[in-house]
C-alpha cells in the first residue's frame, strides 16, 4: 500500500511540475505582449507630442492672418475685433416650455449695430 502513495505521490510532483511549466511559459508570453503593448503607447505618445507641435506650428496667428488675407477674395474671412463679440444679456435662450428647438429666432442679429446702440 506504501508504493502506491509513492507511486501517487511522484505523479502528483510530475503533474504540478508540467502545470508549473505550462504557467511559467504563459506568464513569460503574456510578459512579452504587455512589453509590447507600452512600446506601442510609447510610440503613440511620441507621435501625439509631434502632432502637437505641428497643430500649434500651424496655428501660429500670423500665419493665419497670411492665410485669411491670401485667401480674402475666396473666403472673405475678416481678422476678429472687439466689436464682433456680444454680451451675455444679448443671447435669447430657449425656456423650458419651448421645446427642444433654440426658442424664438427672429432674425439675423447684427452684434455690431447693437454695440453700437449700447445695448
Do not use: C
Not at 56 to 81: C, K, M, Q, T, V
Not at 83 to 101: A, H, K, L, M, N
Amino acid at each position: 500500500m506504501r508504493s502506491f502513495f509513492y507511486v501517487v505521490a511522484a505523479l502528483a510532483v510530475i503533474g504540478l511540475a508540467f502545470w508549473s511549466y505550462q504557467e511559467n511559459y504563459k506568464t513569460r508570453a503574456s510578459l512579452k505582449v504587455v512589453s509590447k503593448i507600452q512600446q506601442q503607447i510609447g510610440q503613440a505618445r511620441e507621435t501625439l507630442t509631434v502632432l502637437k507641435a505641428e497643430w500649434a506650428y500651424l496655428n501660429r496667428p500670423e500665419r493665419l492672418r497670411e492665410l485669411a488675407e491670401i485667401n480674402f477674395d475666396h473666403l472673405g474671412l475678416l481678422p476678429l475685433s472687439p466689436e464682433q463679440f456680444g454680451r451675455i444679456d444679448q443671447v435669447t435662450f430657449s425656456t423650458p416650455d419651448s421645446g427642444p428647438g433654440l426658442g424664438p429666432v427672429t432674425g439675423p442679429v447684427n452684434v455690431s449695430a447693437k454695440l453700437e446702440q449700447g445695448q
